[in-house]
């Protein structure tokens, strides 16, 4: 047990550390990389949730039942964004609106890395080396999309420190996965396709709703040349990382 704790914190947070390498270059340099990083973003987001989260699910779980529960999370998070929204402000052009974006996607990551600490518990419950190496697949295809994070994070304008903390939070859910997956596999599991699908629906939400429209504030050739490349090239990376899987 102590060897999946031990490999479980040290996926979220090799992960984490790989993506804070963001905030190692100067401020000049960040600011023009972040929107190149918002629309690679997009990319991981979709790509996690299409190629990953959902097929996922669906292999454990009814398919009417994975589909509803996935669309009752996207109106649930539209509804949550609206209750936010509601209570602090009615301009559009408020502070709050401008940092939803960022702080509903950890929710989203924090269901996914506690589905990633149930995995890592269960691999260890099989053999010490298959856990090793799924906490090994936890970090590399965690790092593309911790990026991302990151990269939402400073884009909704929290400062370097607060994103990196909330970020860090965010990540710790993998040790209640752990914990709850090593002693309540059995009854984890059967949660653990609903978890999916709330976690797929929150960055299906957040990648359409926030950062699609933000990315068409560029209208231009160029720009728009490179969004979707960078798009393309999210999705690439995590479809490489599930095909390693």
Known sequence: MFLAIFFALLGSAGALLGAALLLAFPDPVRNRLLPCLVAYATGTLLGAAFLGMIPKALE?????????????????FFLLEKLVLWRHCHD?????????GGKLILV????????????IAAAFLISVPMGIATALAVIAHEIPQELGDFAI?????????????????????????????????DEVHEAIPFILAVSAASFIYIAVADLVPALHQRTGVKATVLQVTLMLAGIATIALFRLGH
Request: proline share 3%.
């Open 153 to 185: 994070l400073l884009a909704s304008g929290l400062k370097k420190l607060k994103a990196f903390s909330y970020n860090l939070l965010s990540s710790l859910a993998t040790l209640p996965g752990v914990l709850l997956g090593w002693f309540w596999l």
């Open 92 to 100: 559009s052009d408020c502070e709050i609106h401008a940092h939803q």
């Open 60 to 76: 454990l779980a009814p398919s009417l039942a994975v589909t509803g529960t996935l669309l009752a999370g996207i109106v649930g």
């Open 108 to 119: 989203g990551d924090a269901f996914h890395n506690f589905v990633d600490g149930v995995v």
